[in-house]
């Protein structure tokens, strides 16, 4: 019964996990770009961000469980050419639940308030709310499709994100692949019983309110695609990973004033996009990544 609940409960999502064999309770990432130059300019910035996911589910009964936890992340980069570097903060709530539809189906069905600024006089213009539905179709035990759709409001306007994906093991456990795009991709296979190489790609988009002499006046987007390989390594616990990533990354942190919007998102279309960007294009970057993840496995019997 126990194993049941928990490979019900830990089925694949974007906010839980992207496999049915585990789910990540923890992840904790530092992220520092080299030098990342200002288009048409000899200035440069540096990028760096803490990230940290936390995820605590509650069972409810067989079919049916909560789902809680936060995100929390802070970036930090200079957004204009000789400016002072700006800390930019984004929490997100996590509340929703999983349920079993069928044999096959499983949905997952989650709200997002998010508060995503500077931080600086705190208001309900910093709110933003979001939702995703995520349905797994179990092909095999080793073997599902993916499909939902995320949508909410950010600074700009309304945004929709239809979701496909996959994940597969291989009855061996050398080789995974799991994707859930646009968002995320990930393939990796075992070299040791304790070691493990991979490429992922990860893409970002979010929205930061900025204050200027204490007014709101101006917000930022960022939409950026991080493209790296890792070494993860879980010999100090089993369920303890450490990773080691070198990547590239697009930087796109745009800034507009606050009411420059859109008429609507539908990824990866901005319809009514006529807004006039207030700061200059940020170059590609290489960048280095830590990360620990704290990783539950599930039996899949």
Not at 58 to 64: A, D, F, G, R, S
Not at 67 to 86: A, C, H, M, V
Not at 221 to 228: C, K, P, Q
Not at 249 to 278: H, Q
């Amino acid at each position: 019964m126990v194993n049941k609940l928990l490979l019900f409960l830990f089925l694949i999502s974007p906010l839980l996990s992207n496999s049915q064999q585990y789910v990540d309770l923890l992840n904790i990432s530092y992220y520092k770009s080299g030098d990342t130059n200002f288009t048409n300019s000899s200035k440069s910035t540096s990028i760096s961000i803490f990230d940290s996911k936390i995820t605590l589910p509650i069972v409810l009964n067989e079919k049916t469980a909560l789902i809680t936890g936060f995100d929390f992340n802070i970036k930090k980069l200079q957004l204009f050419p000789n400016s002072n570097f700006s800390n930019l903060y984004y929490t997100r709530l996590k509340l929703g639940f999983a349920t079993d539809h069928s044999d096959k189906w499983i949905g997952t069905y989650v709200l997002l308030p998010i508060l995503s600024s500077d931080y600086k006089n705190i208001s309900s213009d910093d709110i933003y709310l979001g939702g995703i539905a995520v349905w797994t179709y179990k092909k095999r035990k080793n073997f599902n499709y993916k499909f939902g759709l995320y949508t909410g409001n950010e600074a700009f306007g309304f945004y929709i994100t239809p979701l496909v994906g996959i994940y597969y093991i291989s009855p061996n456990s050398g080789f995974e692949i799991s994707a859930l795009i646009p968002g995320l991709f990930d393939v990796n296979f075992g070299v040791s019983n304790k070691t493990r190489l991979g490429i992922d790609y990860k893409g970002n988009s979010e929205t930061f309110k900025i204050q200027n002499d204490k007014a709101l006046t101006t917000y930022l987007e960022n939409n950026s695609l991080e493209f790296s390989s890792y070494l993860q390594n879980n010999s100090l616990d089993k369920n303890l990973l450490l990773r080691l990533k070198i990547g590239y990354s697009t930087n796109s942190y745009d800034v507009y004033a606050v009411d420059d919007k859109i008429n609507l998102s539908i990824t990866p279309f901005k319809f009514g996009n006529n807004r006039t960007k207030l700061n200059s294009e940020l170059d590609y970057s290489a960048f280095l990544k830590v990360e620990a993840i704290y990783r539950f496995p599930i039996s899949s019997k």
